[in-house]
């Protein structure tokens, strides 16, 4: 079975789900101080997969040309950007500055050709794609610039320009995403684990905008703060309701 998710387009990309919320947990943790030996230690046995996983991915990218990535790639391939981007902003917590930019300029890399992809795929063209019920993942558009940035103003220290844009560019991609809602009409007629996707994408965006309120000081960017956030969070305990409920009705 693992290996049968490996050989698979999207399934191969959920591999790095497990790292990258390991990562998140390490970076989160109050018991060890950022800097300690354990913790860098932790950082790097974490980030083994991902760099395993990366040269897998990204290798066959580069050896097998763009006609395999057009192909192969679809939303679910950014969760690999998404993966080096964590990596990235935990080595900055961590104090390893260097390892943070190396992860950052490979995840952006294949961001921009992963985007640039996806974004020419013509109406209708199958290659590689996801099924109507698997729609959700397409948040993880606007999930991957969103975690750059704050990767970005980890390794800086702070949210410069760069963190800027990035947040603009995610949050543009969000308003063209829920404008059309038509997309995602298939994939809600039944609940589907698929509808989790919805989550962590809101919540990136919803983290990139409490740093850009805090430095950017204003009652709009504040109020597009407390918007976001309470988006996120109604999403999410509506999701956890949900998935209560469907549970409970299929094993009652």
Not at 58 to 85: D, E, F
Not at 176 to 194: C, E, G, H, N, Y
Not at 239 to 246: A, D, I, P, S
């Amino acid at each position: 079975m693992v290996r049968d998710e490996f050989l698979n387009s999207v399934g191969v990309n959920y591999l790095f789900v497990p790292w990258i919320c390991c990562l998140m947990l390490l970076e989160s943790s109050p018991f060890l101080p950022r800097t300690a030996i354990c913790h860098q230690v932790l950082w790097s046995v974490l980030v083994m997969p991902v760099l395993a996983l990366d040269l897998k991915i990204y290798g066959q990218y580069l050896t097998k040309g763009k006609r395999h990535l057009a192909i192969v790639g679809n939303p679910t391939s950014q969760l690999t950007v998404i993966g080096n981007m964590v990596g990235a902003q935990a080595a900055a917590r961590v104090g390893w500055r260097e390892s943070a930019m190396g992860m950052f300029g490979v995840g952006m890399a294949h961001y921009v050709v992963l985007f640039v992809t996806l974004y020419q795929r013509l109406p209708g063209e199958h290659n590689g794609g996801v099924p109507a019920t698997l729609r959700p993942v397409l948040f993880l558009f606007f999930a991957a610039p969103s975690v750059a940035s704050l990767a970005w103003g980890s390794i800086i220290g702070h949210f410069d320009s760069a963190s800027k844009m990035l947040f603009f560019l995610s949050l543009f991609l969000f308003m063209s995403l829920i404008t059309r809602p038509v997309i995602f009409r298939k994939a809600m007629r039944k609940f589907d684990v698929a509808w989790w996707a919805y989550s962590f994408p809101l919540t990136a965006l919803a983290l990139a905008s409490a740093q850009y309120a805090e430095e950017v000081k204003g009652a709009m960017p504040h109020a597009l703060m407390l918007l976001l956030s309470s988006i996120s969070v109604v999403v999410s305990l509506f999701l956890m309701v949900v998935t209560v409920l469907h549970t409970n009705l299929r094993f009652s």
